[in-house]
């Protein structure tokens, strides 16, 4: 592998650290590319890596000509560091709910991760994302495992998926970016408050600070790890689960055990 044992001088060279130590050799690599500041550095960093990940590249058709100049400015990223991209759109133009973009993302996902017989899926969801992503399963009354957010890696369908950034805030994904010397491209989107997302972003986080005294996303992001690790306890202890299980050996259990049993 190329650029091995970064040192811990500035921001790109942690970011470097964390992906090269999620890298493990052998693996068929894709990689999720808005052309954002995250997605950009995760790509640059395995590229930099050395790993020559497919590019995956989802049009949800909400800007017009920006998107379409979205997908163009990833398609020469791609070229010119002699990846392979893979290029979706949505079906219809305009815009639609957040859970009708995450399905329709997915969906593009799933399907071009068995096209191109890739095993691992790279995104650069980073601490901020998980902060906002464990508040709105708060308010929807989510358990231990919702409350967890997304995991580093997790398994789903046929492939793994690996977030190696969820230790590093926003602002210091844009630090590397500026460190590494990258462009990106800017969504306006993720600043329109229809978004429930970008509500809790601009508003909610804001107040939150002010009312308790400090910024609270990086206590939620911890909160998920910690319940992320109670969880992956919770799977070993409780093990496999009967296809029929015994409903008199459950009755004995306690609730807590039940519940987990449930979900897993």
């Given amino acids: 592998m190329g650029q091995k044992g970064p040192s811990r001088k500035g921001t790109w ?41 497919v590019i995956l590249h989802f049009n949800h058709r909400w800007r017009g000509r920006k998107a379409e100049a979205d997908a163009r400015w990833v398609r020469a990223w791609g070229k010119k560091r002699k990846l392979r991209v893979m290029l979706g759109r949505a079906a219809q133009a305009g815009r639609t709910g957040e859970g009708e973009a995450r399905e329709a993302r997915w969906k593009f996902f799933e399907k071009a991760m068995r096209a191109a017989k890739q095993n691992q899926l790279w995104l650069a969801h980073q601490s901020d994302d998980q902060a906002e992503t464990v508040l709105m399963q708060l308010l929807r009354g989510a358990g231990p495992e919702g409350l967890a957010g997304m995991g580093e890696t997790s398994e789903r ?108």
Avoid at 39 to 51: D, G, I, K, M, T
Avoid at 250 to 264: L, M, T
């Fill in 157 to 264: 369908d046929r492939f793994q998926v690996v977030r190696p950034l969820l230790g590093f805030s926003r602002e210091e994904i844009r630090q590397a970016a500026r460190e590494a010397g990258l462009t990106w491209r800017e969504d306006k989107t993720n600043e329109d408050e229809q978004s429930w997302r970008v509500r809790i972003r601009k508003k909610v986080f804001p107040f939150l600070a002010k009312i308790y005294g400090r910024d609270v996303r990086a206590a939620l992001a911890r909160t998920a790890e910690i319940l992320s690790g109670e969880t992956e306890f919770w799977k070993k202890e409780i093990g496999t689960i009967s296809k029929h299980p015994d409903v008199r050996v459950w009755r004995k259990k306690p609730v807590a055990w039940q519940r987990r049993a449930i979900r897993i």
């Fill in 13 to 53: 060279a942690r970011v470097l650290e964390a992906v090269h130590r999620r890298i493990t050799p052998g693996q068929r690599t894709a990689v999720g590319l808005s052309g954002g500041a995250d997605s950009v550095v995760l790509a640059e960093a395995l590229h930099r890596l050395e790993v020559r990940p």
